[in-house]
């Protein structure tokens, strides 16, 4: 459904059925997710440039279509590895066909709910190292981890493993009562929507220091200089922001 509302080609008529749902109680959700996904490049392109982080370990991947993370930070610097981890079997045959012949990128199933079992993967071992600075990112991912799948453990227990230097980037749809209606065609996906407020968005961050603007919407997140302010547009719905561990 993400890769349909970015106008990508990898989706399947259920997907697209689904989607059209959406679409037709939450017109914003197409918004939200270029939104959302824009947020993802200017993070990943901050933490390989500014940051001069070299390793990421984005965990809810997707891997829709064009400018993924690995293509994003190795445009910066072809030395960064990343893995990626979805629970979605269908996105693991794309990926690797899409990453077959690249070294320093690698995709795993795994299960954001499941931490330890992703920080122990011989493959997330093989290709990071996490007594280096990483960033490990969980972009439009934790609002499909529901408060009694403790989203906020699973968190505490990746940014734990992480080595001072590390960053965190978390976006998530927002809650608002009005947008509920367009969350239920997902109630027969294969994840359900759970929106939270800022303050609860912001809780993921315990202990961590947002770097500036802080938690904003995605729109609002280190919008490229090129971007006039009024040409941003109204807001989305979607919180984005980044945390670093000192
Ligand atoms: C909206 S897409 C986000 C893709 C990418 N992070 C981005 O923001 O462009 C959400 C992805 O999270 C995955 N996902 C949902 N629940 C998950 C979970 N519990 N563990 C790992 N991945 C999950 C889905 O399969 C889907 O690929």
Known sequence: MYDFFLGGKDNFAADREAAEQVMAVAPITREVARGNRA????????????????????????????????????????????????????????????????????????????????????DVRGVLDLSEPVAVLLVAVLHFVHDHEDPYGAVRALVDAMAPGSFLVVSHVEYRPELLRGARPYDRANAQVAPRTFDEVTRFF????????????????RPDARVLSEQLGPGVPCFGGVGVKR
């Open 39 to 122: 947020f993802l490049g200017r993070a990943v392109r901050f933490l390989a440039g500014e940051a001069g982080i070299r390793q990421f370990l984005d965990i809810g991947a997707g891997l829709p279509t064009g400018a993924n993370v690995h293509q994003v930070a190795q445009g910066v610097d072809p030395e960064c590895r990343v893995v990626y981890v979805d629970n979605d079997p269908v996105v693991l045959a794309h990926a690797r066909a899409l990453l077959a012949t690249d070294a320093r990128t690698r995709v795993v199933l795994g299960d954001v709910r499941g931490p330890d079992e992703i920080l122990t993967d011989p």
């Open 206 to 221: 315990d202990g961590l220091e947002l770097v500036p603007p802080g938690l904003v919407n995605v729109r609002r997140w």
